[in-house]
Nanobody, 128 residues
Framework: QVQLVESGGGSVQTGGSLRLSCAAS????????TGWFRQPTGKEREGVAA???????SYADSVKGRFTISRDNAKKTLYLQMNNLRPEDTAMYYC??????????????????????RGQGTQVTVSS
């Protein structure tokens, strides 16, 4: 049984940093693409960042230069380092992973909303 469990969310002030983690069980990040999406309360989901099987990364324009996605295959953990946070980054953040052997089309972060596996989410709140 595949499980993705996020952690690391919290409340910070504008300009602060958080590091989200997503631990996988029953699943390996190798050979597929994984990433993060977010959903502000009452708004649509938005792909944030993704990393593919070749460790290529892609980001939404809104977070480019501030967020960094990385992956530790040995620890089966996906990370999202978020720096210079803004109030508009406030949302529930979810990690997601495609099935083994999957490829993404175009920018991977735009595919992450429709992957097979996702966690329960961790809340990030940025106050001004």
């Amino acid at each position: 049984q595949v499980q993705l469990v996020e952690s690391g969310g919290g409340s910070v002030q504008t300009g602060g940093s958080l590091r989200l983690s997503c631990a996988a069980s029953g699943f390996t990040y190798r050979g597929t693409y994984t990433g993060w999406f977010r959903q502000p309360t009452g708004k649509e989901r938005e792909g944030v960042a993704a990393i593919d099987s070749s460790d290529g990364t892609s980001y939404a324009d809104s977070v480019k230069g501030r967020f960094t996605i990385s992956r530790d295959n040995a620890k089966k953990t996906l990370y999202l380092q978020m720096n210079n946070l803004r109030p508009e980054d406030t949302a529930m953040y979810y990690c997601a992973a495609a099935d083994s052997g999957s490829s993404c089309y175009g920018e991977c972060y735009t595919n992450i909303l429709w992957t097979k596996y996702r966690g329960q989410g961790t809340q990030v709140t940025v106050s001004s």
